[in-house]
């Protein structure tokens, strides 16, 4: 009997006229491609009009005309027919029965790539929708980093959504809407698609704050109503002044959008009447040299106001964009913002990294938002590789997409830019990773400043480096970058991972000590054979898990002993010493904390207590948690401080003094003479004759504390010094 195999997805027919909103679509893609190019979209049309067969989007529409539509918006971009293909059948990977395989037999591997590149991961093996997502962002930023065409599609998809939001539910539409505002919207600015950024914020703000944008949309229109006159007075004097200067050129108004005058008002605490540019104008003239000519043209015709001239011909911004932009005092008092360029960068503001595609091929010369983004997605790809956590991840290239940047040169005249609010330590991992590590200071404009200087556009930074130095856990609140905070916690993960296998040693051995053992003394065999069963790949693995108390020493010990063999098991009575407590310097980066219920000293007699992947937290004997931690005894661990201890260390006074002016400066100079930092101070009680302080102080030791505390005492508005807790 003859097998007949079963009908593919892919195996349909072409039988006859096609919806208007798919031929709409041919047409437009017929206008710049070939024919043979047009059919392989129109199949594409049917195998997803098939596999979406019966499904309706929540307005009731045929799910099919959502992806249509994705598609003519790439096709409005001018993209290629694998993209507009993939956008067709963009959805079909995650919802429908058509497999990746048959996606890649019937179109090719291209749009197999594209179309799992915006599939979203199974949302069913994380533990929330938030990590899902995190999860999914990451996933296509990768393969984005491999074809920029994803990312396009996504943000078409994305588009679409936005524009048909309104069938939603209310809370789907605020996250919807606050994704797209915190995500996409900067991602459309930083591939430089100021075009499908400025939408996508209009339509969030829209969805988001529908009031907001309500009455922002009608004081908009009635400023425009009374200035209509005047802005066609200014175009015309501009376009005059081009005609006369022999500039080729037009000049045309342009209206500021709702979300970026919201934007402005809620950063700069304005109000809509203190807000002079709603509008501005754009000057587009034919070669870069004839900007500057126009610059020159239009600072004769109304004074420009001082330091608002920026030229982002000359340094470009991040995302590629190129323009002069100028303010100038106008003829009705009020400033007006003017921007310069040339058609080609006009396009390229507008549509980024999409202008021009259907001219680009990939050894082709890209356009400088096509060559920006992939420098930035080739530093997200080596940011990702250092940041296991998604979400993590995530949080980074939210930072990394601050609309603002700051320009800064190199001595020798290279050119970095970075968001704004970024420091000198920002601009040291962004030189590399090797220069931030050992960075100690940094000149700015030759000048000596501390690492954490924020800068600002135009300065010259030099990173003094040094051999010895290495990154601290207080950088992380010094940096704004998602490249140097990856790298810094990527050191100190290193630097916790080496404390802990140390740490983890001296507690494995302490353990074995009191069985009459050492871990040297156990043979290699049976230390391998207990990591292959517990499923370590090395020692130093098992050793950092006893550290970071997610395995009981005590617990591993007697494992070992029960896999040694008759002649080597050691059953003598514990040596003398195994009663010796593990010192600790404080310095044990990552391995140990310090109780904020009691604010251990060294000088203190002190417990450990390990907490599942946090480490020791070390707390005084005297502190009131301890009796419970004692329920858990395989949890703590025998510690004391090491002779020689560095470092300050947080403790708390209780200070009762007399209610009067001018004490709170009398205490906190006699703590600053002892040589302690304040950290924090607050009232607990305060009443017309006396008040209770608490301060937070930074001291060396138990007996740096004893001596702040004696200073405070002879002060003389003091009643009371006493540590706290007591």
């Known amino acids: 009997m003859e097998v007949i195999p079963a009908k593919k997805l892919t195996d349909v027919v072409d039988d006859g006229p096609v919806p208007p909103y798919v031929q709409a679509l041919e047409d437009r893609v017929g206008a710049y491609l070939p024919h043979d190019q047009v059919l392989r979209i129109r199949k594409a049309f049917l195998v997803g009009a098939a596999a979406h067969e019966g499904q ?9 005309t959502h992806p249509v539509a994705v598609a003519h918006v790439l096709a409005e971009l001018g993209l290629d027919a694998e993209t507009i293909i993939a956008a067709i059948l963009h959805d079909t990977l995650e919802d429908t029965k058509l497999e990746r395989a048959e996606l890649a037999g019937a179109f090719g591997e291209t749009v197999a790539e594209l179309v799992d590149g915006v599939t979203k991961l199974d949302k069913m ?4 929708r938030a990590e899902a997502d995190a999860e999914s962002f990451r996933k296509m930023l990768l393969a984005m980093a491999r074809d920029l065409r994803v990312i396009l599609i996504k943000l078409s998809d994305r588009l679409h959504n936005m524009r048909t939001l309104g069938a939603k539910d209310a809370e789907s539409r ?20 100021n075009k499908f950024k400025a939408e996508l914020q209009d339509l969030g703000f829209k969805a988001l704050y529908p009031d907001r944008h309500r009455i922002i949309g009608e004081r908009i229109r009635a400023a425009l109503g009374n200035r209509r006159e005047a802005m066609a007075k200014i175009e015309m004097a501009l376009e005059g002044r081009l005609a006369a200067e022999k500039i080729p050129g037009r000049a045309v108004s342009r209206i500021k959008s709702a979300w970026s005058i919201y934007s402005k008002m809620r950063n700069e605490h304005k109000s809509f009447a203190q807000l002079m540019d709603v509008y501005g104008f754009r000057v587009i003239t034919d070669s870069a040299m004839h900007c500057y000519m126009a610059l020159g043209a239009v600072h004769g015709l109304y004074k420009p106001v001082d330091g608002r001239f920026k030229d982002f011909i000359a340094i470009p911004k991040g995302n590629g964009y190129q323009s002069l932009h100028t303010v100038l005092l106008g003829p009705f008092g009020a400033p007006i913002e003017i921007q310069i360029r040339t058609s080609e960068m006009e396009s390229v503001a507008e549509r980024g990294v999409a202008a021009h595609w259907a001219y680009k091929s990939d050894s082709g010369p890209a356009n400088s938002a096509q060559a920006r983004a992939r420098e930035w997605l080739s530093a997200l790809a080596d940011s990702q590789a250092n940041t296991p956590s998604a979400s993590e991840f995530l949080e980074n290239v939210k930072i990394d997409l601050f609309p603002d940047e700051v320009y800064l040169f190199t001595p020798r005249g290279d050119i970095f830019s970075l968001p704004r609010n970024a420091t000198a330590l920002d601009f040291a991992y962004a030189v590399h990773t090797d220069v931030g590590d050992h960075a100690v200071a940094a000149r700015v404009d030759k000048k000596l400043v501390p690492l954490r200087t924020r800068l600002v556009s135009g300065q010259q930074v030099e990173i003094i480096t040094a051999p010895s130095a290495v ?23 290193h630097l916790q991972h080496e404390d802990a296998v140390d740490f983890g040693h001296r507690m494995l051995d302490r353990a074995l000590d009191a069985r009459g053992l050492s871990l040297d003394a156990i043979p290699g065999a049976t230390l391998d054979r207990f990591l292959e069963d517990a499923k370590f790949k090395r020692l130093e693995e ?14 591993v010990a007697t494992q070992l002993v029960a896999l040694l063999g008759p002649g080597e098991s050691h059953t003598q009575a514990p040596a003398e010493h195994s009663a010796e407590k593990i010192r600790i310097s404080g310095a044990e980066r990552g391995v140990l904390s310090f109780g904020n219920c009691c604010h251990p000293l060294p000088g203190d007699e002190i417990v450990g207590f390990l907490s599942s992947g946090k480490g020791i937290v070390v707390h005084r004997v005297e502190c009131p948690n301890v009796a419970e931690f004692r329920k858990t005894p395989e949890r703590i661990v025998a510690i004391e401080w090491d002779r ?17 002016p001018g004490v709170l400066a009398t205490v906190a100079a006699a703590i600053a003479d002892a040589g302690s930092n304040i950290e924090n101070v607050e009232y607990i009680e305060r009443d017309s004759t ?37």
């Not at 309706?56 to 099919?64: A, D, F, L, M, Q």
């Not at 093996?125 to 929330?128: G, K, P, Q, V, W």
């Not at 020689?644 to 009067?660: C, M, P, Q, T, W």
């Open 56 to 64: 309706t989007r929540k307005s009731g529409e045929p799910y099919i």
């Open 125 to 128: 093996r994380f533990s929330s």
């Open 174 to 193: 605020r996250r919807i809407a606050r994704e797209t505002l915190e995500i996409y919207a900067p991602i459309a600015q930083r591939l430089g698609m």
């Open 471 to 493: 990154p601290n856990p207080a950088w992380l609140e010094a940096v704004v970058t998602g490249k140097a905070r990856t790298a810094i916690r990527q050191y100190l993960k």
């Open 542 to 555: 098992l050793l950092s898990e006893i550290a970071l108390g997610n395995r009981f020493a005590d617990q």
């Open 644 to 660: 020689d201890v560095s470092g300050d260390y947080r403790a708390e006074l209780r200070i009762e003094v007399l209610n009067r």
């Open 690 to 726: 006396a008040a209770t302080l608490l301060f937070a102080i930074e001291v060396k030791d138990r007996k740096h504390l004893a001596d702040v505390m004696r200073r405070v005492r002879r002060t003389g508005v003091v009643s009371g010094v006493y540590r706290h807790p007591l």
